[in-house]
Nanobody, 121 residues
Framework: QVQLVESGGGLVQPGGSLRLSCAAS????????MGWYRQAPGKEREFVAS???????NYADSAKGRFTISRDNAKSTVYLQMNSLKAEDTAAYYC???????????????WGKGTLVTVSS
């Protein structure tokens, strides 16, 4: 099995910054795409950013120019640097990884349990 654990959420003032991390552990052979999603209260979960194994990135329009996704393959970790935060960025942030698992040699998407980001003065 594979577990993903997010960290780095918290309360920040508008205009501030946060860096989220998501570390994977377990029966990992390799990790393909990694990504971040978020879900605000009363809304659907939405895509924020993704990064391929080759470091190609993709961002939601709301994240472009403010957020930066990166990864450390040696640590099985994905990061989301969030700058110029706005109240509308308030949400639970979830990471997702497409993992090739040892033993079963299957490819499957795994999700973390989320970390809460609150942007408020």
């Amino acid at each position: 099995q594979v577990q993903l654990v997010e960290s780095g959420g918290g309360l920040v003032q508008p205009g501030g910054s946060l860096r989220l991390s998501c570390a994977a552990s377990g029966s990992i052979y390799s990790i393909n795409a990694m990504g971040w999603y978020r879900q605000a209260p009363g809304k659907e979960r939405e895509f924020v950013a993704s990064i391929t194994r080759g470091d190609s990135t993709n961002y939601a329009d709301s994240a472009k120019g403010r957020f930066t996704i990166s990864r450390d393959n040696a640590k099985s970790t994905v990061y989301l640097q969030m700058n110029s935060l706005k109240a509308e960025d308030t949400a639970a942030y979830y990471c997702k990884m497409n993992v090739f698992t040892r033993g079963t040699y299957t490819i499957k998407d795994y999700w973390g349990k989320g970390t809460l980001v609150t942007v408020s003065s």
